[in-house]
Structures are given as C-alpha cells and as structure tokens.
C-alpha cells in the first residue's frame, strides 16, 4: 500500500487496549506482539505503522506531525490544548478528574485555597468559573500526599476506582470532567491523507460499543 499511517500509540495498558482495537477494525500488526524493546512496528499489507510513546506525548507526536493519527485521554487535550483534530471518543480509558480532600474537609472560603495537581490549565480554568481564589501546587507524582502533609487543602487529579484516595483517607468532594481515549489526527496530515484517516476512524467507531462493554465504570 502506498500510503503509509503512522499511529501514536500510549504505553501500558491502555495502549494494549487501544491496539487490539485497532486489530479487530481490520488493521493487525502481528510483530507488535513479539517479546523486545522495538518501539516502531510496521504493516507494509494494511499500509500501518505503529510507534509507542509515553501517554501524555501523544498528542505532541501529533500536532508536530511525526504521527498521522494517535490516541490521547482528554484529559491532556484539555490541558495542554494541542492544535489536532479529535475524531472520536474511543469510551475506553475511562475516569474522572476530580477535587479530592481529607475526609470531612470544609472548605473556608474566607482563605485562599490552596491546590495540588499536575493539570494546571484546568484548575485555573475550574476555580476561575467558580470565583474562588487558589494558588496551585504543581506536582508531578503522588499528589495524594499534599492534603496529607498539609502542603495542601484539596488535590485535582484523576480517579478511576477511588481506591488509592480511600486508603489514604481522602474522598473525591467534586467531580470537574470525565475523561476518556479519543482519536486524534493531525491537522495537515488530515487533508492530505483524509480517505485513509476517514475510513480508519470509521472502522474504529465499530468497534467503540463493543470495546466499551466491560470497562469499568464510574465508582
């Protein structure tokens, strides 16, 4: 095939979800299987190449154009605002971004509240459209720590089953978005390459329901 697609893949345990459904749409690429450290994976038959890199630099591999098309959580999208399409909402990958406190915390809007996370952008944009004065804590790793140490009053983070909050004795107190995959495409390489990348995201959205079942869910 003439035209090759070349497709961003997250690391982990989404990216082997992501990948399988990629397969079961018509687009297999046996030696990504194989035991090794290879990273870049190619089916001259089906005109695919596959390449994995690290979840949140996906959508860079994207908007720079070194990836035609790639899956990204819309978590990153929101943060980081990359200028690429998103063609579909992939429903697996699900979770929410969440507020989450010590137990029993009241927040005393006569204060400042101070605010752990490593998504910056959409912090200030959620307190900003709720008036509330914040200073935010930028953190890269174990932001369950801060409320715990007092470096803060409430974290913005991600929770998929809470269960790391509850053994910590934190709670979710609201829920900003939820979040999911979602096909992505970069914008040039989208009009030269529309067919090939319009009739994947079609194949892809078959399989969205059936890949959907199963997936764990809010709790």
């Not at 070194?66 to 999208?77: E, N, Q, R, S, Y």
């Not at 929410?96 to 137990?103: C, G, P, T």
């Not at 959409?122 to 369950?144: A, F």
């Amino acid at each position: 095939m003439d035209q090759i697609i070349n497709i961003a893949l997250p690391k982990g345990r989404l990216g082997k979800k992501v990948y399988d459904m990629f397969a079961a749409a018509g687009y297999p690429c046996p030696s990504i299987s194989d035991t090794n450290r290879k990273l870049i994976f190619e089916n001259p038959e089906s005109g695919i190449r596959y390449f994995w890199v690290k979840p949140s630099d996906v959508a860079i591999y994207v908007e720079r154009g070194a990836a035609d098309i790639g899956v990204a959580g819309k978590d990153i999208l929101m943060e980081y605002t990359p200028e690429v399409y998103e063609l579909l909402d992939l429903n697996i990958g699900k979770c929410r971004l969440s507020v989450a406190a010590k137990k029993g915390f009241r927040d005393n809007t006569d204060k400042t509240l101070r605010v752990a996370t490593k998504f910056k952008n959409i912090t200030q944009q959620y307190y900003r459209s709720h008036c509330r004065d914040i200073d935010i804590i930028k953190l890269n790793g174990s932001i369950e720590l801060a409320p715990i140490l007092n470096l803060s009053d409430v974290i913005v983070d991600i929770v998929e089953t809470g269960t790391t909050l509850r053994e910590n004795n934190l709670e979710v107190v609201e829920t900003i978005l939820p979040i999911s995959a979602r096909l992505i495409a970069n914008k040039a390489n989208f009009k030269f390459k529309s067919s090939r990348i319009e009739d994947i995201c079609s194949h892809m959205k078959l399989q969205c329901s059936a890949s959907s079942e199963g997936e764990r869910t809010y709790d």
